[in-house]
């Protein structure tokens, strides 16, 4: 069984830092993209970092030089190291797959859908 699992949340004061990580479990033979996303309240889900597995990265543009993200495919992990966090950081983080390729146990599968964590907390607050 497949799926990902989020680390790294909580409570913090502007300016501060976190570092949040993912775990894809399962018998996993590669992951395309992995990346976060985050949601407020009210608010569309929107794309906060993404990096593929030849570690080529897009971020959101509120969030350039201040998070880094980075993975590591032998491993399956994903983590996004967030610097001068600000209160409008504040959201749940999602981590994300696509093109999650896995072995079901008697041929290897693609699913044609995306994976997500169940989501963590990230509180900037004084």
């Known amino acids: 069984q497949v799926q990902l699992v989020e680390s790294g949340g909580g409570l913090v004061q502007p300016g501060e830092s976190l570092r949040l990580s993912c775990a894809a479990s399962?018998?996993?033979?590669?992951?395309?993209?992995m990346g976060w996303y985050r949601q407020t309240p009210g608010k569309q889900r929107e794309l906060v970092a993404t990096?593929?597995?030849?570690?080529?990265?897009n971020y959101l543009d509120s969030v350039k030089g201040r998070f880094t993200i980075s993975r590591d495919n032998a491993k399956n992990t994903v983590a996004l190291q967030m610097n001068s966090l600000k209160p409008e950081d504040t959201a749940v983080y999602y981590c994300h797959a696509d093109r999650l390729t896995y072995y079901t146990g008697s041929f290897y599968y693609t699913p044609p859908y995306e994976w997500w964590g169940q989501g963590t907390q990230v509180t900037v607050s004084s």
């Open positions: 399962g018998s996993i033979l590669g992951i395309n993209a």
């Open positions: 990096i593929n597995s030849d570690g080529n990265t």
